[in-house]
Structures are given as structure tokens and as C-alpha cells.
């Protein structure tokens, strides 16, 4: 038995947050610093000086050595490197130095991290700078390491964004502005900043760590990349909300503890659809912290499960022909006052303010769909997207038949009277219960309303939620600035006339992006062609929806990404998808090669002894032949396709345009991939257990 646990004691105990800094820094030096986190002033050095040594002196007492300036560089995964605190004096001892200046800024070399030619080698200088708004905090790791870890954002020389935080800040400050314009022209005279803020739900799976140790594709791509289906799957709806296994429990204990030192919110956690399949949710919070919480997430969830001889997987499709994992990207805007922009109240026909956002998401996700697209375009969601429970490729915004119906209300200059009491429940909560029915309907839905928030579902689960947001924040900053306009321009007797056209206007123009129906189906597929809805299918076209002249111009003028930082990040993903598939595709050429031929072989070699002896004996071992020639006709087609998919893979490497290369990947090297696939399946379901090189569906999947 486990100790009882106390949360509120743990809760955020290894965190450099608010009560920390209230107890630990000097009265002005701490005013100081919150009106930089909270107003964005500069930070003098003289208090980042003070801010050191509070936040060295708490580091060392609780057993840090080090500190990181800790970043999210343009791998989707963070990166770190380590400074102890020493500093050599005189006499040949050390003391423990932390300075304003390390603290603030940081020049790690970091040159191989992708940069997409923003950095040339003889300028291949890349900063860390403080990001004081995403609290510090301490990693510790099994051995009983602790380090002191800084949130910064990277960035080149020339100021170039090398990573996914610095454009997610730009992008809120640019959200901020807009909205707060807004709010001003409908006469809000309190709310001064609007941040936004998001909830990801991370979903992942859970497997045995001695089945993961035997599979290469398991091990260096993520998923599988061959498997016989199990005989039983998801398909008995058994696993969701399932109860959870002891040895699991125990797994999300502790990842809810480790969660809950660095102030994380872990908050709910349960079965997913799929076999071996979990999800945690955390309380939102401002979308910079939540993007570098869900990175936090990722990494504990990798390290807990090692703990408990498991390993989690975090790719969008770990198995074939189950559900995939994403990431439900809960967002909203809210204001440093405490308004929820998007909480309808008990009367949201009445409610201009609500009304007025929500037109602006219309207009944003309609105008911007294949941005969104592209920010949610990976190899992994590539297998997910359109399969298996998983939002289509087409975007569409759920609005629900209430909402939907007071907006037409609108557009058609009729009055709609607000059905009181199906929004009493609300937003009264931070987790806010829907009426049963409105959430039920809109499980297909890629992006969905879902009360006082979008929930944004396309998003892979190995991915950073920064991207998503990025661009959820800069196309609503475009509409935000062009109400704003409008009622700027109507002035306070137009106001209530103005608003009512730019709902009307949202409807007219962009109301083609609200669906309220199932987006698993084909009517859907033909009706979103006829309202000629993009539909783009492979993350390979998506992305170049962010290198357009429309994408240039829009995050330019918001100051989120350049030109440069949008040519730099589309051929970083594009390399990037190259080098997942040929990863996978090599990784299944060595399985093929190493593990399932071989396999196979013996199996024939053991057949032929067979038949021989039985034949001596004098039967005619009809069977045995029949199973050999069967066996022999999916060898001899498998070494073809091997030999098929080698020759694609050699091929596409010679492709010289980027683009053109990632599509003959996609084209060329996945369909050879498959084609092996199919047959090494069929294998194996006809090879008797005890041959089968690595473990099967069944073991991996129901085994725990
Ligand atoms: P469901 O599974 O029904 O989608 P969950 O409770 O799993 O619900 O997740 C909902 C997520 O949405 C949580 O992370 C929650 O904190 C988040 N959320 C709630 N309100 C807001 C808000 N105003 N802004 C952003 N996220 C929110
Ligand atoms: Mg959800």
C-alpha cells in the first residue's frame, strides 16, 4: 500500500510561482516583476539580479545543481542543456553563482537543431531569452537529479524565431490587441489585456515495456509499422470509461504527483476507446503555459511509464485499424478581469458581446481553414485523420442547433428569443458541464463549440499544441481587427445596428463553415464539396497552405511569423516528413529483412521436413503441401514488394525539389510500405505462434 498523499501540500511545491515570489523577493522587486509578467514592461537588471539569487537560494534548497534555459526549438520537442551553478573562487573551492544576466539569457551553440537556413554556420548564434510569464520550475529525475529549469523563447542573431514559443507569444499579444479593441467599441471600460487560454486533452496508449523492446518499429518510428489485427478489438466499445487496471492506476498516480510538483493541473483521466488507450486532461490555462505544460506532460508520461515497466506512445496511430491519439485543443479567450468571451449567459441572443466573438471564430475558421489544416499536418495524423473515430480532413465549426439557430436568427434580421434554461449549467465551473445531448452530438465535429470554448480536435497527440495556436490566435486577431474597425467606425449610437450586421455579414460570408451534423459520413464529404469547403487529405499539401502569399501577409501583419520564419518552418516540416518516412520505411526493410523472412523460411524449411518424412511414411500430407505452397506464394510476393519498396526509397531520395521529394514519399515510398505490409500480415496469421519473430496485437494490446 501507498502512502496517502496530500495535494494541496504537493501541489506546485516545485514551482518558482507566485506564493514563492511573494515570500521570498523584496516588495518592490516582486511589484516589479509582476507588472513584466503581467503588462509585458521590461525587466531591469537590477531585479532580474534579485529574481537570481531568490530563485537560486530556493533551487539549491530543495537539491538543484543546475539550471537550463529550457526551450521548444522547431523538432516539436523541447531541448536543454545544463549549467551547474558553480563558480570557482580563490581558494580552490567553488560557490554557487546565479546571475540576473544567466537568468535572462542564455547562448546555447544548439546549431544542429533544425533552423531551415536562418542560421548559417558562420553566424550560427542562437539565444534563449526569458520567458517570465511560464513560470520556473524544478525537473527531477529518478537518480534524484534536480535541476532548475527556465522557460525561454530561441531565437537567432538576427531575432529570428528558431522556435514554437516566440510566434505563440506574438500571436497572443496580437489576439490581445484586437479583442481588446473590440471589447472597448462595445463599451467594456475595465478589461485591459484578453488572454488566451487553452485545455489540451492528451491522449496516449500504454504497453508493456518488454513487448515495445522487441519491436524496431515500435522503437525508432513510434508505431507499428506491420500486425495482424487481433481477433478482438475496440469493437465491443468495452474500453471506454473502462474501469482502470490496478498496474495502471498506479501509473497515473504517479504521473499526477510528478504532474502535480511542477503545477501542473492534472485533472481528469480515464479509458479511451481503444484497447491500452488513456487520457488526462488538465485545467486550462493561459495558451503559453498550457503549450509548455503539455510538453511537460508528454515527457513525465514517457518517464513514468518506465517506471512501471510500461511504455507510452504518443504517436497519432501506434496500431493500425484502432483508434488514433489526439489532442483536443479546448481554447478561449478570456480577459484579465475574468470575462469568458465566448460564455453565452442565459440570454446569448441578447448577449452582444458573445455574439460578436463567436462571429469572429466563424469568419477566422472559414477564411483560414487550410491554415488550421496545415498546423495539425504530421506524418503520425497523416494515418489518424479520417479513420477510426478521428475528425475528418474538412473543417467545420459545430455550433449546436441552439446556437446555430439564434445566429441565423440574426443574419435574417428576425428576432430569436434565448431558451433560458438549457444554459443555466454553463460556465459556472472551470470545467463547465453541458447539457448531456449538446455534447453527445458533437463527438464527430473537428472543431466544436462546446459551451463557452472551441474545442479544436484535429490536433495530433505527438504534436506541440503551439502551432494549432499560433494560428487559432493570429486568424482570430484578423478578425477581431476588422470588427473592431466597423464599430469604431459606427460609433456608440450605431453600436447595437453594426454589430447585428457583422453577425448578419459572419453568416452571410462565412456560414458555410457551421455544421452541426456527422462528419463520419460521405453525405458530408459531397455536401463540404459543395460548399466548397477545402478538404485537403495529406499533411504534405497542408503545410503549404503556411508558406502562400495569403500566409505572409497575414502573419505579417500581426507580427507572429515573417516571411522568412514561414519559408524556414515549411521546409523544416517538409524535411521533417521525409525523414519520418524513411525512418519507418527503413525500419520495415530491416523487419522484413532480419526478422520476418527469416521467420518465414524456417516455417517452410520445417513444412518441407515434414512433408518429406510423412510422405516416406506414406502419406500424402495434403495439408502440409497446401500450407507450404500458400506460405511460399506470400514469401516470394513479400522479397518482390522488399525489393519494391528498397528501389522507391533509393528513388525518392533523388527527387531534388523538397516539395516535390516529400510528395514522392507520400506517393511512392508509403504505398511500397503498405504493399509489404499487407503481405507480412497475412504471414502472420498464418505462422504458428512460437516462430513469430515479435509480439503480436493481441500481446501488446491486451496483455497489461
Ligand atoms: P471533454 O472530454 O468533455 O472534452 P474534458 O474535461 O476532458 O472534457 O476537457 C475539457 C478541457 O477544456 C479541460 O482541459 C478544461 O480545463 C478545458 N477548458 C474549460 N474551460 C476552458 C476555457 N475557458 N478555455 C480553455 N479551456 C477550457
Ligand atoms: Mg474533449
Given at each position: ?199 489540451p486533452e492528451q491522449e496516449y496508449f500504454l504497453i508493456d515495456k518488454s513487448c515495445y523492446e522487441q519491436r524496431l518499429d515500435l522503437i525508432v518510428s513510434g508505431r507499428t509499422l506491420f500486425g495482424a489485427p487481433a481477433p478482438k478489438g475496440q469493437e465491443l466499445e468495452d474500453q471506454y470509461f473502462g474501469a482502470i487496471k490496478d498496474r495502471i492506476a498506479a501509473f497515473m498516480r504517479d504521473l499526477d504527483i510528478e504532474l502535480w510538483k511542477m503545477g501542473i493541473s492534472s485533472k ?282 495569403d500566409a505572409v501577409r497575414l502573419f505579417e501583419k500581426y507580427k507572429v511569423l515573417s516571411r522568412g520564419e514561414l519559408r524556414s518552418r515549411h521546409e523544416i516540416y517538409l524535411e521533417g516528413y521525409i525523414k519520418h518516412v524513411n525512418i519507418e520505411a527503413q525500419a520495415s526493410v530491416q523487419m522484413v529483412k532480419k526478422q520476418y523472412l527469416p521467420a518465414v523460411i524456417k516455417f517452410t524449411e520445417e513444412l518441407a521436413g515434414a512433408i518429406t518424412r510423412l510422405k516416406a511414411a ?87
Open positions: 500500500m501507498t502512502k496517502p498523499i496530500d495535494v494541496t501540500e504537493i501541489f506546485g511545491s516545485n514551482v518558482f510561482n507566485d506564493r514563492v515570489m511573494k515570500e521570498r523577493l523584496p516588495k518592490d522587486t516582486y511589484r516589479a516583476l509582476k507588472r513584466t509578467i503581467q503588462e509585458g514592461l521590461p525587466l531591469s537588471l537590477d531585479v532580474a539580479n534579485v529574481v537570481a539569487s531568490a530563485m537560486r537560494d530556493w533551487a539549491i534548497e530543495k537539491g538543484a545543481t543546475h539550471y537550463t534555459h529550457w526551450f521548444q526549438p522547431l523538432t516539436g520537442r523541447t531541448a536543454e542543456k545544463h549549467d551547474s551553478f558553480i563558480s570557482p573562487t580563490e581558494d580552490g573551492s567553488v560557490i554557487m553563482e546565479f546571475s540576473g544576466q544567466q537568468l535572462t539569457q542564455g547562448e546555447p551553440d544548439a546549431s544542429s537543431l533544425p533552423n531551415g537556413g536562418l542560421r548559417s554556420t558562420f553566424e550560427a548564434r542562437g539565444y534563449t531569452a526569458w520567458d517570465c510569464t511560464s513560470p520556473a520550475f524544478l525537473k527531477t529525475d529518478a537518480s534524484g537529479n534536480v535541476t532548475l529549469c527556465i522557460p525561454t523563447a530561441f531565437c537567432s542573431y538576427t531575432s529570428e524565431a528558431l522556435d514554437k514559443k516566440t510566434p505563440l507569444l506574438r500571436s497572443m499579444e496580437a489576439v490581445s490587441k484586437q479583442a481588446v479593441r473590440v471589447l472597448k467599441a462595445l463599451g467594456n471600460k475595465t478589461s485591459k489585456r484578453v488572454t488566451s487560454t487553452v485545455g481528469t483521466k480515464h479509458h479511451e476507446v481503444a484497447p491500452a488507450q488513456y487520457e488526462m486532461a488538465p485545467i486550462f490555462s493561459t495558451t503559453n503555459i498550457a503549450a509548455d505544460h503539455n510538453q511537460l506532460v508528454m515527457e513525465t508520461m514517457q518517464r513514468v511509464a518506465l517506471r512501471h515497466d510500461l511504455v507510452c506512445l504518443l504517436h497519432e496511430k501506434p496500431f493500425a485499424g484502432m483508434n488514433g491519439s489526439g489532442k483536443h485543443n479546448n481554447w478561449s479567450l478570456m480577459t484579465d478581469d475574468g470575462i469568458n468571451l465566448f460564455e453565452p449567459g442565459r440570454t446569448p441572443a441578447e448577449n452582444e458581446q458573445f455574439l460578436i466573438f463567436v462571429s469572429a471564430v466563424i469568419m477566422a475558421v472559414d477564411r483560414h481553414a487550410e491554415k488550421l489544416r496545415a498546423s495539425c499536418g504530421n506524418p503520425g495524423n497523416d494515418l489518424r485523420l479520417g479513420a477510426n473515430e478521428a475528425p475528418p480532413t474538412i473543417i467545420s465549426i459545430f455550433m449546436g442547433d441552439e446556437f446555430t439557430g439564434i445566429l441565423k436568427g440574426i443574419a435574417s434580421g428576425k428576432k430569436v428569443a434565448s431558451h433560458g434554461q438549457n444554459f443555466l449549467q454553463v460556465g459556472v465551473d472551470s470545467l463547465p458541464q453541458l447539457p448531456k445531448d449538446n455534447t453527445d452530438r458533437n463527438r464527430t465535429s473537428p472543431f466544436a463549440f462546446t459551451g463557452n470554448k472551441f474545442e479544436f480536435r484535429m490536433v495530433g497527440s505527438s504534436a506541440s499544441i503551439s502551432g494549432p495556436n499560433i494560428v487559432m490566435n493570429t486568424i482570430a486577431a484578423e478578425a477581431l481587427d476588422e470588427i473592431a474597425t466597423r464599430l469604431e467606425k459606427a460609433g456608440k449610437s450605431n453600436r447595437n445596428k453594426e454589430a447585428a450586421a457583422i453577425v448578419r455579414d459572419a453568416m452571410k460570408k462565412h456560414g458555410r463553415i457551421i455544421f452541426n451534423g456527422n462528419n463520419y459520413s460521405d453525405e458530408w464529404i459531397a455536401e463540404a464539396r459543395k460548399r466548397e469547403l477545402p478538404n485537403i487529405r495529406g499533411g504534405v499539401e497542408a503545410l503549404a497552405a503556411m508558406a502562400t502569399p506414406g502419406s500424402a500430407a495434403k495439408v502440409q503441401k497446401e500450407l507450404l505452397g500458400k506460405v511460399t506464394e506470400l514469401l516470394e510476393s513479400s522479397s518482390e514488394k522488399l525489393a519494391a519498396l528498397e528501389t522507391s526509397i533509393v528513388k525518392a531520395h533523388h527527387v531534388e525539389d523538397l516539395e516535390k521529394r516529400a510528395m514522392t514519399f507520400r506517393d511512392k515510398v508509403v504505398p511500397s510500405a503498405n504493399a509489404l505490409r499487407k503481405d507480412i500480415d497475412a504471414l502472420e496469421e498464418i505462422l504458428p505462434s512460437r516462430l513469430w519473430p515479435v509480439p503480436s496485437y493481441a500481446d501488446m494490446l491486451f496483455k497489461l
